[in-house]
């Protein structure tokens, strides 16, 4: 018969008495259960060793996320390369889209993988690093989605309704408003864009440049409506270095239609 451990006043096995039971075997006992220093220890290190575990299983799980994470891809055109002659050339169009826009696509995703590594290793230095790529492709991929939406081998002309309102309320006419955006398109030094976008805090049109690929909501606030591309690749190939020709060509291609949906969805 089993007899029952000696305890102290307050009911507690002794520490002494629990070795003496685990060395025999008398008594069958989970060292867990015992609530002495030599338990406690090896509780401890128990549940260090499940931290690491979870620690190492979230990372795995960042990593996979990571590598699971939706890629930016080059978006279709709505039209042929050769639909907006003979104002842009099927050329132009060709490289601009499938060479050009694609490579801003490609070093995004290549980018945004690198940073995603170094925000799962902690690695700020490298996150502070990655920043003007991000900035520059990911300007390139937004800029140039936008611009592709906005010609339109049927555009051209005035818009209608609402946008046209906001124009004369803003700029005085049709005529104001593209006259001044062209000259601050035509502006720009070196590459860029110009661009005409909508204040949400005024309610009012702005128009605005931006060097090199900097994205006009990210860099200014103002939401995008009508983006003009202005770095050579837009343009050279038929224009040569006559960018003020390229500008004036351009209008009439503007997809109206897509600047007038902007703007709404901006309004909301």
Not at 61 to 82: E, F, M, V
Not at 222 to 240: C, F, N, R, S
Request: aromatic residues 8%.
């Amino acid at each position: 018969m089993l007899q029952t451990p000696p305890r102290d006043d307050n009911g507690t096995i002794d520490c002494a008495v629990k070795l003496k039971l685990l060395s025999s075997r008398a008594v069958t006992v989970c060292l867990w259960c015992l609530p002495c220093p030599v338990s406690t220890t090896m509780n401890m290190l128990c549940r260090v060793g499940q931290i690491r575990r979870c620690a190492a299983s979230l990372s795995q799980t960042i990593s996979q996320l990571s590598a699971a994470r939706q890629k930016h891809t080059l978006p279709d055109l709505t039209y042929d390369y050769g639909a907006l002659e003979p104002h842009i050339s099927a050329e132009i169009m060709q490289l601009h889209h499938s060479k050009h826009h694609a490579t801003y696509v490609n070093n995004l995703n290549v980018t945004e993988e690198k940073y995603q590594e170094a925000l799962a290793k902690g690695d700020v230095t490298t996150q502070v690093a990655l920043q003007p790529a991000l900035k520059f492709n990911g300007g390139g991929h937004i800029n140039h989605t936008i611009f592709w939406t906005n010609l339109s081998p049927s555009g051209g002309g005035e818009p209608q309704g609402e946008l046209m309102e906001a124009i004369k309320r803003d700029f005085g006419s049709f005529q104001k408003m593209k006259e001044k955006m062209s000259a601050a398109t035509v502006a720009v030094q070196g590459s860029g864009w110009g661009w005409l976008g909508y204040d949400k805090e005024s309610g009012r049109l702005r128009i605005a440049a931006c060097a090199n690929q900097d994205p006009l909501q990210g860099t200014t606030g103002l939401i995008p409506l009508l983006g003009i591309d202005v770095w050579e690749h837009a343009y050279y190939l038929q224009y040569k270095n006559v960018r003020p020709d390229y500008v004036k060509a351009i209008w009439n291609v503007i997809n109206w239609e897509n600047v007038t949906e902007r703007l709404q969805i901006a309004k909301k």
